[in-house]
């Protein structure tokens, strides 16, 4: 059946970075829209960044502009989210899931920023 599974996180200072990586699995990952999401604890989760089917067009909120770097690889069926300079209002659960044929939430990675 359809899965994604989340990975990269970890517990980093502020300034610091990471990779997030999506594994897709029992879909056509290729024809969807992909999008990163986070919640942060006692918040609803909130689309962070997409992108089309292709690397051409992504989109990301305001909040992360500049810093992250949303990317696919549909060879391999897999989603990365490079995060840079990273803050403390980071910290977060970190899903993917594709906005417009949405399928079974991952268990996600958890990203702590702390000094």
């Known amino acids: 059946q359809a899965q994604l599974v989340e990975s990269g996180g970890g517990l980093v200072h502020p300034g610091g970075s990471l990779r997030l990586s999506c594994r897709a699995s029992?879909?056509?990952?290729?024809?969807?829209?992909m999008s990163w999401y986070r919640q942060a604890p006692g918040k609803e989760r909130e689309m962070v960044s997409s992108?089309?089917?292709?690397?051409?067009?992504?989109s990301y909120a305001d909040s992360v502009k500049g810093r992250f770097t949303i990317s696919r690889d549909n060879d391999n069926n897999i989603m990365y989210l490079q995060m840079n300079n990273l803050k403390p209002e980071d910290t977060a659960v970190y899903y993917c899931?594709?906005?417009?044929?949405?399928?079974?939430w991952g268990q996600g990675t958890q990203v702590t920023v702390s000094s």
């Open positions: 029992g879909f056509t990952f290729r024809t969807r829209i």
């Open positions: 899931n594709s906005p417009f044929q949405p399928i079974a």
């Open positions: 992108i089309y089917i292709t690397n051409n067009i992504t």
